[in-house]
């Protein structure tokens, strides 16, 4: 048991230290695309798109090959190398399709490695707290895209080429947790089950999770990558460091408050929070979009509260189905892809559609748009009731 537990902190500190290089890396590139390479909002939300898009289709092919051949859990450890070796390529980039390209596959290794180790966490956890594990897990991993944020504000002056050497450097230290983990959990993957799980807890079907995970996910599409970075800085007049530590410290404030949802779900409560977030995600980019510091933090702190929140409640669930890994990388997979359309429908409106004035309320046009999906989410959502 107590080994067991070592594997699971390991997964969890794979969790911080691999966010806390991406988070590092994300801005950086952010900035370095826009400012240096001068590049339209647009084409950066195709940068991101491309990433999350291709991470999706990795997402569930790992997944598929995880269930045929359990020792495929240690290419997710080896991907994360590759990740460690390519961030270094992006100092070397002079237009924005270069960016893209490294981006592509930043995108395929990723896909492969967190759906690995979100699935390997879950199975791995007692049932009985298993919501409230996969939420510690993702905790860890935002308090590290604070850190991540906070770490690229005070090295801005180091320049692109050093920033992502200490990106690089996470990246290994990831790797290798990973691969000590599943050496030691080794016995408690089961990729498949023979049998569909009994009657019990577990009431929402595999199809439903994965339809509110779409459309949660292109809600808060906009909290994302990094199309967020320049929307901040540019609709609040904020400096590129204050941009990036505000919007770490709201996300680490969002997952630190999503633990408490996480253990009412271990209680069967899974339904209720579900419909609750659901309002929550489809409000936030109305929110956003009002041009004042409060209101577009809130935004973004519902948007990845509800998005938070549901990660570990949903990857709980599909935990518990017959062809868990697979499962968990279609709903990764799935996430991906809406954002991906989220990410780009966001880009493009935003540099093609100003600001309006409603009630003497200054509102930024692009986020307007998502607000006929926030019906449909509704829609969805309480049928599961």
């Given at each position: 048991?107590?080994?067991?537990?070592?594997?699971?902190?390991?997964?969890?500190?794979?969790?911080f230290?691999?966010?806390?290089?991406?988070?590092?890396?994300?801005?950086?590139?952010?900035?370095?695309?826009r400012?240096?390479?001068?590049?339209?909002?647009a084409?950066?939300?195709?940068?991101?798109?491309?990433?999350?898009?291709?991470?999706?289709?990795?997402?569930?092919?790992?997944?598929?090959?995880l269930?045929?051949?359990?020792?495929?859990?240690?290419?997710?450890?080896?991907?994360?190398?590759?990740?460690?070796?390519?961030?270094?390529?992006?100092?070397?980039?002079?237009?924005?399709?270069?960016?893209?390209?490294?981006?592509?596959?930043?995108?395929?290794?990723?896909?492969?490695?967190?759906?690995?180790?979100?699935?390997?966490?879950?199975?791995?956890?007692?049932?009985e707290?298993?919501?409230?594990?996969?939420?510690?897990?993702f905790i860890?991993?935002?308090?590290?895209?604070?850190?991540?944020?906070?770490?690229?504000?005070?090295?801005?002056?180091?320049?692109?080429?050093?920033?992502?050497?200490?990106?690089?450097?996470?990246?290994?230290?990831?790797?290798?947790?990973?691969?000590?983990?599943?050496?030691?959990?080794?016995?408690?993957?089961?990729?498949?089950?023979?049998?569909?799980?009994?009657?019990?807890?577990?009431?929402?079907?595999?199809k439903?999770?994965?339809?509110?995970?779409?459309?949660?996910?292109?809600?808060?599409?906009?909290?994302?990558?990094?199309?967020?970075?320049v929307?901040?800085?540019?609709?609040?007049?904020?400096?590129?460091?204050?941009?990036?530590?505000?919007?770490?410290?709201?996300?680490?404030?969002?997952?630190?408050?999503?633990?408490?949802?996480?253990k009412?779900?271990?209680?069967?409560?899974?339904?209720?929070?579900?419909?609750g977030?659901?309002?929550?995600?489809?409000?936030?980019?109305?929110?956003?979009?009002?041009?004042?510091?409060?209101t577009?933090?809130?935004?973004?702190l519902?948007?990845?509260?509800?998005?938070?929140?549901?990660?570990?409640i949903s990857?709980?669930?599909?935990?518990?189905?017959?062809?868990?890994?697979?499962?968990?990388g279609g709903?990764?997979?799935?996430?991906?892809?809406?954002?991906?359309?989220?990410?780009?429908v966001?880009?493009?409106?935003?540099?093609?559609l100003?600001?309006?004035?409603?009630?003497?309320?200054?509102?930024?046009?692009?986020?307007?748009?998502?607000?006929?999906?926030?019906?449909?989410?509704?829609?969805?959502?309480?049928?599961?009731?």
């Amino acid at each position: 048991m107590r080994k067991n537990t070592v594997g699971i902190m390991l997964l969890v500190a794979s969790a911080f230290t691999g966010t806390l290089a991406f988070r590092l890396s994300t801005p950086a590139i952010a900035f370095y695309t826009r400012d240096i390479l001068n590049t339209s909002m647009a084409y950066i939300s195709v940068i991101s798109a491309s990433f999350i898009m291709t991470r999706s289709f990795s997402a569930v092919f790992g997944g598929l090959l995880l269930e045929k051949k359990k020792s495929i859990v240690y290419l997710g450890a080896i991907a994360m190398i590759g990740n460690a070796l390519i961030v270094n390529l992006y100092p070397y980039t002079s237009t924005w399709v270069h960016v893209m390209e490294i981006k592509v596959m930043n995108g395929l290794l990723n896909g492969i490695s967190w759906p690995i180790a979100q699935f390997v966490i879950a199975v791995s956890s007692p049932k009985e707290i298993r919501s409230r594990v996969t939420a510690v897990y993702f905790i860890f991993g935002n308090f590290a895209a604070l850190l991540g944020n906070y770490t690229y504000a005070i090295t801005q002056d180091y320049g692109l080429r050093w920033q992502m050497f200490f990106a690089s450097f996470f990246f290994f230290l990831t790797a290798f947790c990973m691969l000590t983990s599943y050496h030691i959990l080794y016995k408690k993957i089961i990729p498949k089950k023979e049998e569909e799980p009994k009657k019990g807890k577990i009431q929402i079907d595999a199809k439903k999770i994965i339809i509110l995970s779409s459309l949660i996910s292109f809600l808060a599409a906009f909290t994302f990558g990094e199309i967020t970075y320049v929307y901040v800085a540019e609709t609040l007049a904020l400096d590129k460091g204050t941009a990036a530590t505000m919007i770490g410290l709201t996300g680490f404030m969002a997952t630190l408050l999503a633990y408490i949802p996480s253990k009412y779900a271990d209680l069967g409560k899974e339904k209720k929070i579900i419909i609750g977030i659901s309002v929550m995600a489809g409000v936030s980019p109305l929110l956003a979009a009002v041009k004042n510091p409060f209101t577009v933090f809130m935004g973004i702190l519902m948007a990845i509260f509800a998005s938070q929140t549901f990660r570990p409640i949903s990857r709980g669930i599909l935990a518990s189905v017959r062809r868990a890994s697979v499962a968990i990388g279609g709903v990764n997979a799935v996430g991906n892809i809406s954002t991906t359309i989220g990410q780009l429908v966001f880009g493009f409106a935003y540099s093609s559609l100003g600001e309006v004035v409603i009630a003497g309320i200054i509102l930024n046009a692009s986020l307007l748009i998502f607000a006929p999906v926030l019906l449909l989410l509704l829609r969805i959502a309480i049928k599961i009731k």
